[in-house]
């Protein structure tokens, strides 16, 4: 079972450069999550759809749009890149948006802007 | 403020020892998770636990929810189990928002 996936893995911006990161999920979840990891913090939830066809901000959405395209996808799109967007993008799913549900997570996107 | 606390940051410990991550919490929660980041980067969650105790494995997981405290375990442990350990909290006021902790790098010698 392939589980999450994210594409791609490893990029490199340019400052204000846009680009899409892509999450697909195989297991029928309801709900999927971005999240940012950067040194020293703990991972910060930017984005979240609870079902298909609804979106919420998170803790740090400034700077980023998201799209539930189906029930599968959950993609993140940063508009005009920043330094301060440099860091570890993973996407997560769970069958519910209620605490007793493991998040599966993608292995991550490296983002670099320079 | 909803906060997690994890301790110590980092730990060295040698082939066998048993290992303890503690965790705690600055109010109310619905449930704690326990996840593990290996060095490649991907997240596995370990356990969900709103109450007592849950075991796999090597992995043991406490939970002491007056005290808002969690603990997690490792007996006997291997340099495998080498990996950075995440606790998160299910806030009772969170909007279906999971508040992770910094993380504990654990480093098995062996």
């Known amino acids: 079972n392939a589980g999450v996936t994210q594409t791609p893995k490893f990029q490199v911006l340019k400052t204000g450069q846009s680009m899409t990161l892509q999450c697909a999920q195989d297991?029928?979840?309801?709900?999927m999550y971005w999240y940012r990891q950067d040194p020293g913090m703990g991972l910060r939830l930017i984005y979240y759809?609870?079902?298909?066809?609804?979106?919420d901000k998170g803790e740090v959405p400034n700077g980023y749009n998201v799209s539930r395209l189906n029930k599968r996808e959950f993609s993140l799109r940063l508009e005009s890149a920043a330094p301060s967007q440099t860091s570890v993008y993973f996407c997560?799913?769970?069958?519910?948006?209620?605490?007793?549900?493991?998040?599966?997570f993608g292995d991550g996107t490296r983002l670099s802007i320079l | 403020k909803n906060e997690v606390e994890q301790s110590p940051q980092n730990l060295t410990a040698q082939e066998g020892e048993f290992i303890t991550i503690n965790c705690s919490y600055s109010v109310g929660i619905s449930a704690l998770h326990w996840l593990q980041q290996h060095p490649g980067g991907g997240i596995v969650s370990l356990f969900m636990?709103?109450?007592g105790k849950k075991k796999h494995g090597r992995l043991i997981a406490t939970i002491n929810i007056q005290e808002k405290h969690s603990s997690l375990h490792i007996t006997a442990s291997h340099p495998r189990d080498s990996a950075v350990y995440i606790c998160a909290a299910w806030f009772e006021d969170s909007n279906y928002k999971l508040t992770f902790g910094k993380g504990t790098l654990l480093t098995v010698n062996p």
């Open positions: 636990l709103s109450s």
């Open positions: 997560a799913s769970s069958e519910a948006s209620i605490s007793n549900q493991p998040q599966h």
């Open positions: 759809s609870a079902s298909e066809g609804t979106t």
């Open positions: 297991m029928n979840h309801n709900s």
